[in-house]
């Protein structure tokens, strides 16, 4: 069957082609060949036919699908076509005079060229455009097409509208581009025309029918807030394709759209990475992320196989959570050996064990407890995991000569007042200690919230909309800086790659987000007005602050190449100091004595506050009704050479 269809196209091209040849010279003669001349034509037809069909072959015509013929294949036509032309040109040059049976006028040539091009490109398209019409029609069968507004006539905006016409049985028909930018008004592009500004929403919907609004654009949280909330003014639902700004080539995966999410709200523009320098702390070395299993840890190890290292090494002590992440790593990096190790950074044998057998060039640290309230309740553990499992981490990598050593920090360790963020706060003045005497180079780096992370805000308050409500909220001035997790990990391995030793470095985490507007946010994301899911505030927690802090004035927050990393520069700490505290808290963490344990963390962090005052009692308040004052925020500082403001402690 393959070789029948194969000859009955060729047999077509023969037919295109004479076609063209008979039609060129009635072109030429303008449609009556005198008698003297139709020998002429007769006789070189076949020999014309020979010489295209020869470039056909040559090029590999022949071999491709009507079916799916694009810009690549039409290029290969003209190719063919060119080659043949230029043959017979050759032949005309060079036998003139001798054997004029066989020469073309030029006039012939010209247009023989011209018409054969045509026919067999045009042939070729015909078919493509019935098969996708009969396809369409057995997809789509009797069911009626959302109409959609496409937010965005850029790049994106194209492919996605094009991506949509190939694709009917997603049961999405885009009936026009809405964009801000006016000189775009009125212009077709992509086969559809640019109806108007965001403004002009409801009232093109309105005019085109249209249910949907299908965001398209690398927008701001900002930008992409007020498009959402403009849409459910005037009764349309707005999806999203994430991710438009990573479009590679000229297709999109259109099974990506989606409800538009809070980090679609709270993003900021993608972050730009040297690729180059983290493929070479990365690429063909053995890789160690601790905590693999957790939100930063799994995403850490995504991040990393992008990079081909030459092993992963996957340590986690939750055995669901490391089968999910390897089981998810092996069918995506088929090509990478991925190890998975069950194992608790602070049982020191098992993770020496680990070391010596698979030798770690790069480390990053990301195993630790983090729960603010459960580490008040739980002080030995805290002490345990995130300042033992640390230091034991610590010294392995220092023993076995770890080329880099990266610590996965919190802005929680800045003049703590909890159990958690004193605890990270002593493994950052150790790491950093350990820095000054080892060959390895000890990083460590320090962040806020991360949207959507294991236990965090926004998970709880989905959850809690989705049984009515009421959002539980400590305090209505509580504000805090967000990340999405991959820009998270993405520059913990930039500022990873760029360290040299003994450095804290902060990210930039943008501005504060008041928790109680997140929650508002959620609720409209959620589908319900602002007076159907009340908001209780119920009274901060132990440990908590109103907001968080990136670094103290001491710290000297300096300004790297990145324009998103800074590296707060403070004196070290004596290492035998350092080393004798840690030992001491590590000896308490038995004791369960909660207020011993505190002190302890107050002699090794001064700056440790304790507790913090509970709140008022709780009250419960639709969201617009909250009117409280402003917190006051931390001083902005400059660095002396002008960077970036960084945020400092009062």
Known sequence: ?????????????????????????????EFQIPDSWLTHVIVGWPYVL???????????????????????????????TGISSLVLVVVRLGLSGSVDLFLLPFGVLLANCFLGFVGLVGMRATRRVYVEMQSRKQRTGERELT????????????????????????????????DDDVRKHGLEIGGLTVLGTTADLGRIAERKHATRALITIAASGTDIRR????????????????????????????????????????????????????????????????????SIGSELSRQVCRFHPKKLLLVERFENALFEIHRELIATFPELTIVPQIADVTDSHRMEHVFAVHRPACVFHAAAHKHVPLMEENPGEAIKNNVGGTKAMADLANRFQVERFVMISTDKAVNPTSVMGATKRVAEIYVQALAQHSATRFLTVRFGNVLGSNGSVIPIFKEQISRGGPIKVTHPDMRRYFMTIPEATQLVLQAGAMGQGGEIFILDMGEPVRIVDLARDLISLSGFRSDEIAIEFTGMRPGEKLFEELSTDGEHADKTKHPKIFI???????????????????????????????????????????????????????PEESTSAQPEFPKVRKDASGAQPVIAAS
């Open 1 to 29: 069957m393959r070789h029948f269809r194969r000859a009955a196209q060729i047999t077509l091209d023969l037919a295109v082609l004479s076609i063209a040849y008979w039609l060129a010279y009635l072109i030429r003669f």
């Open 50 to 80: 020979v010489v295209e069909l020869a470039a056909l072959m040559i090029v590999g015509v022949p071999r491709f699908s009507w079916r799916y013929v694009s810009i690549r294949e039409t290029v290969r036509i003209a190719i063919a």
């Open 227 to 294: 498009i959402v909330h403009l849409c459910r003014d005037v009764g349309l639902e707005a999806k999203i394709i994430p991710g438009v700004h990573e479009i590679v080539g000229d297709r999109v995966n259109l099974s990506r759209i989606r409800q538009v999410a809070i980090e679609d709200l709270l993003g900021r523009a993608p972050v730009q990475l040297d690729d180059l320098q983290i493929g070479e702390s990365i690429r063909d070395a053995v890789v160690m992320v601790t905590g693999a299993g957790g």
């Open 147 to 178: 109409r959609v507004l496409l937010i965005g006539a850029g790049q994106a905006g194209v492919i996605v509208a094009r991506e949509l016409a190939a694709r009917p049985d997603l049961g999405l028909q885009a009936v026009g581009f809405l």
């Open 568 to 622: 707060g520069r403070i004196p070290a700490s004596v290492l035998a100091d350092a080393e004798r505290r840690l030992l001491d808290l590590l000896t308490l963490s038995n004791t369960n004595d909660g207020d011993q344990i505190r002190r302890a963390l107050r002699v090794v962090v001064p700056e440790y506050g304790g507790e913090s005052l509970l709140a008022p009692a709780p009250v419960v308040t639709p």
